[in-house]
C-alpha cells in the first residue's frame, strides 16, 4: 500500500487504501495517453523483452485514479484524489515468469524495466522444478472495452458530492441519529494490455461505493446502536446515485432494497430509524431458526464460504502462511458428487455481468471474460483458474479471472463476481416469510468470523426481524448465526426469483503477499436456509 500526501487522511479510516500521488481534482480528467501512443510503448516492450530471450510477454500500461470524500454531521474530515501510472512487465524466459515494473513510461525506461523482467526470470529458472506451461490465447488483435455509464463520477462538482454527503447526514440527525458519517468512493482504472500473442487492449474500468454508518445513544441505559448503508458498492458511474423507483426492492413492514440504483438519503432516513429501534429491540433467544437472508447480507456469506475456498491457489496452498488453504479440495471436486449444497444451490463465477464490480471486457492476461460453472444442483463442479493453472483441471482454456490492483503488481489469480443463481419459480420475500413459522430475516453486512479453511463460520448482520408464524413480529438484536459450509449451503430450501435478484460485493478484498485489493459482486436473491443455529452476542455488564 502506498500513501503519501494528502492520502494520509484516509488513514483516519481504517481498512481504506490509497494508491498514488495526491492531484488536484480537475487533474482526475486530464486526458493520458491515447490507444495508439500505448500501443507504441507496448510493442517497445514486447520487442525488448523478446531481444533479452522472453519466449512469452505481456504489458500493462496503467493509470488508476481514485476520489475519496469523508464527511462527520456537518464536518468534511477529508477529500481524497489520488493518481497513479506506469508499466508492468511479465515475461516468461527459460520456462520461468520475471516481472518488473517501473514509473518511467519512456521508450528507454521502458526497456530497461522489461530487461530486468527478464533477468528475473532466468535468476528464478535456477530454482525452477518445472516450466511454467500457459494455456493457449489467440490474440485478439485492438480491442477496447468501457464501463456502461452515463454520468462520469469524475466529472461530479466536489460540492455536489459535498451537499449530497451534508443531506445524507442531516436527514439521518432529523431523523434521531446522534452521530454520523458518511462517504463517497469512486475509482477510475484505465488499463491497457499487449501480449505476444497478438492482444492490445484498451479498457476503461469505472466503480463507485456511497456508504455511510448512523449511530443513536440512549443515555439512560449508555446503550447505542449503529446501522450501516444498504448500498453496494456498484461497476457503475454517478448515475447510481440516481435513487430511480424501479430499481427499488420492495420488502416486508415498508422495508426497501436497492438494486442498480440507490436513494442515499432515503436510506439514511430509514437506518437512523432503525438504529433508534434496535437500542431496545428484544435480544434474540438462542436456538435454531430459520433464516430469510437478504442479498445484501447473504453477499458476504458467498464470498467468504464459496468465493474463497473456491480459489484454486488457495486449494492449492498457495496461500497458506498468509489466508489459509481450502476445505474444497481436489479430491472432493474429482469425485463429481461432492455436495456443496442443496440442489437448489446454483452458483456461477463471471465477470461479464452488467454493474458488478468484476465486470470487465478481458481480465489481465488478455483472456475474453465468461461465466461458468462452481458448483451446478449443488455439486461442486469447478474453482476458479487463469492460463498456468487450467492444465490441473484438465482443461486449455483460462478462466478469465487473472488480476492486478495497480501497473506496479504482478497479475495473479482473484475472484470474479460469484453468485447464486434466483429461483426460476415466481416468489417475493413476502411468499417467503409466509411459509416461515420460526424465523429471522437478515439484512446488511455485520462483524464475521471464519476458520483458515472456510469451513467453520459465524456470520451477524445490520438489522434483523423476528418472523412468527409467517409475519414479521419485530425487531432483534444480538443476533449470529453459526454453521459449517457445508450444511449451511446444504440447508437452502427456497430462493426468491430473478425480480428479487440484486448484488453486493467488497470494494478492497485483500489478497496476496505483499496484499493487493481488488473488487467483487455477489449476486442472489432472498434466500431461505432452514434449521441454522443462531447464538447471542450481547455482552451483559
Avoid at 489467440?138 to 468501457?146: A, E, F
Wanted: include cysteine.
Amino acid at each position: 500500500m502506498q500513501m503519501s500526501g494528502l492520502g494520509l487522511g484516509a488513514m483516519m479510516l481504517p481498512g481504506v487504501p490509497v494508491i498514488g500521488n495526491p492531484v488536484h481534482a480537475e487533474q482526475l480528467l486530464t486526458p493520458w495517453l491515447d490507444a495508439a501512443s500505448k500501443k507504441k510503448l507496448a510493442e517497445t516492450a514486447l520487442n525488448a523483452a523478446r531481444d533479452k530471450g522472453a519466449t512469452y510477454t505481456d504489458v500493462r500500461i496503467g493509470r488508476y485514479l481514485q476520489q475519496y470524500l469523508f464527511t462527520r454531521e456537518k464536518q468534511v474530515q477529508n477529500i481524497v484524489n489520488a493518481e497513479s501510472y506506469g508499466i508492468g512487465i511479465r515475461v516468461i524466459a527459460n520456462g520461468t515468469w520475471g516481472f518488473s515494473a517501473t514509473s518511467d513510461v519512456t521508450p528507454d525506461g521502458i526497456a530497461k524495466c522489461a530487461a530486468t523482467a527478464v533477468a528475473i526470470a532466468k535468476a528464478n529458472s535456477k530454482f525452477q522444478k518445472e516450466p511454467v506451461v500457459l494455456a493457449p490465447q489467440t490474440g485478439v488483435g485492438d480491442k477496447t472495452w468501457k464501463t456502461p455509464l452515463t454520468k462520469n463520477a469524475f466529472e461530479i462538482p466536489v460540492k455536489e458530492k459535498i451537499d449530497l454527503l451534508m443531506k445524507v447526514n442531516g436527514a439521518a440527525i432529523d431523523n434521531g441519529a446522534n452521530f454520523v458519517t458518511s462517504n463517497l468512493f469512486f475509482v477510475n482504472e484505465q488499463k491497457y494490455f499487449a501480449s505476444t500473442d497478438g492482444s492490445f487492449i484498451d479498457q476503461d474500468v469505472h466503480r463507485i461505493w456511497p456508504t455511510f454508518t448512523v449511530t443513536v445513544t440512549d443515555k439512560a441505559s449508555g446503550k447505542f446502536k449503529t446501522r450501516d448503508a444498504i448500498s453496494s458498492p456498484m461497476g457503475m458511474g454517478y448515475e447510481y446515485l440516481d435513487g430511480m423507483a424501479t430499481e427499488k426492492i420492495a420488502g416486508p413492514n415498508g422495508l426497501v432494497g436497492y438494486r442498480n440504483a440507490y436513494d442515499m438519503v432515503e436510506d439514511a432516513i430509514m437506518a437512523a430509524k432503525q438504529a433508534k429501534e434496535k437500542v431496545t429491540a428484544k435480544s434474540v433467544q438462542p436456538g435454531k431458526y430459520d433464516l430469510v437472508l437478504d442479498p445484501n447480507h447473504l453477499g458476504l456469506t458467498i464470498h467468504e464460504s464459496v468465493g474463497h475456498p473456491t480459489e484454486l491457489d488457495r486449494v492449492l496452498g498457495y496461500e497458506a502462511n498468509y489466508a489459509g488453504t481450502s476445505f474444497a479440495t481436489l479430491d472432493k471436486w474429482k469425485t463429481r458428487n461432492f455436495n456443496y449444497g442443496s440442489k437448489l444451490v446454483n452458483i456461477v463465477a463471471d465477470k461479464t455481468q452488467p454493474h458488478t464490480l468484476g465486470a470487465v471486457g478481458y481480465d489481465d492476461e488478455g483472456v475474453p471474460c465468461k461465466e461458468w460453472d462452481i458448483i451446478k444442483d449443488g455439486i461442486l463442479v469447478n474453482y476458479q483458474a487463469i492460463r498456468d493453472q487450467v492444465q490441473i483441471l484438465g482443461e486449455k482454456e483460462s478462466h478469465g479471472c487473472c488480476y492486478a490492483d495497480d501497473w506496479s503488481s504482478v497479475q495473479f489469480q482473484r475472484m470474479p463476481n460469484i453468485s447464486l443463481k434466483p429461483a426460476t419459480e415466481k416468489r417475493s420475500v413476502l411468499d417467503m416469510i409466509k411459509g416461515v413459522e420460526k424465523g429471522i430475516y437478515i439484512i446488511g453486512r455485520g462483524s464475521y468470523s471464519i476458520d483458515q479453511q472456510r469451513y467453520n463460520f459465524q456470520f451477524g448482520g445490520q438489522v434483523f426481524y423476528e418472523i412468527k408464524n409467517g409475519e414479521i413480529a419485530g425487531m432483534l438484536d444480538d443476533v449470529a448465526y453459526q454453521s459449517n459450509t457445508q450444511e449451511f449451503w446444504n440447508s437452502c430450501t427456497q430462493l426468491c426469483d430473478k425480480d428479487d435478484y440484486r448484488t453486493f460485493g467488497s470494494f478492497f478484498d485483500g489478497k496476496g503477499q505483499p496484499a493487493q485489493i481488488s473488487a467483487v459482486s455477489h449476486g442472489s436473491s432472498t434466500t431461505r436456509f432452514n434449521g441454522v443455529n443462531v447464538i447471542n452476542t450481547g455482552r451483559k455488564i
